[in-house]
């Protein structure tokens, strides 16, 4: 076989599999993000929610960025999240700028769901042979590595 018919083969093998990553990650987290619905909040608001949670305190501009939307449609869903006591806003170090952080209600509704959805995971991975099991454990690493080098923005 010829370097180029090599090369080309090697690159539609990493697209192929890149392919169903992407497909089976989407699956995986739609599935799951069905227990969420018990939250009684709706997934955008418990997207932004989960931002402050586990990545600290955000202004308003900061937090439309990581959930990438415009600043209009994440002030409305804080609007919400203030409503329900589960976000509050708070003067940061430059007078001029607000933060928004989780309140402890607003944790406790993320902590309760995440703990959720991995539940309904490990009852499944429960079913996997320690063989199986092993894989996954050196998969996730593996995941976690790919996860560190994609740009994040």
Not at 7 to 26: G, Q
Request: aromatic residues 2%; proline residues 4%.
């Amino acid at each position: 076989m010829s370097e180029v018919k090599h090369k080309n083969r090697e690159r539609r093998n990493v697209l192929d599999v890149a392919d169903r990553l992407h497909s089976e990650a989407i699956h995986l987290l739609r599935r799951l993000r069905v227990r969420d619905r018990t939250s009684g909040i709706g997934p955008a608001q418990l997207s932004a929610l989960s931002v402050l949670v586990f990545g600290g305190p955000r202004s308003l501009g900061e937090l439309a960025e990581a959930e990438q939307v415009r600043p209009p449609t994440m002030s409305r869903i804080i609007d919400g999240l203030e409503r329900a006591s589960l976000v509050h806003r708070q003067a940061s170090d430059d007078k001029r700028r607000l933060r928004l952080k989780a309140t402890p209600k607003g944790k406790a509704i993320i902590q309760k769901s995440r703990r959720r959805r991995v539940e309904s995971l490990a009852e499944v991975l429960a079913s996997l042979s320690e063989k199986e099991m092993q894989h996954l454990a050196e998969f996730s690493e593996l995941l976690h590595h790919i996860v560190q080098n994609l740009p994040s923005r």
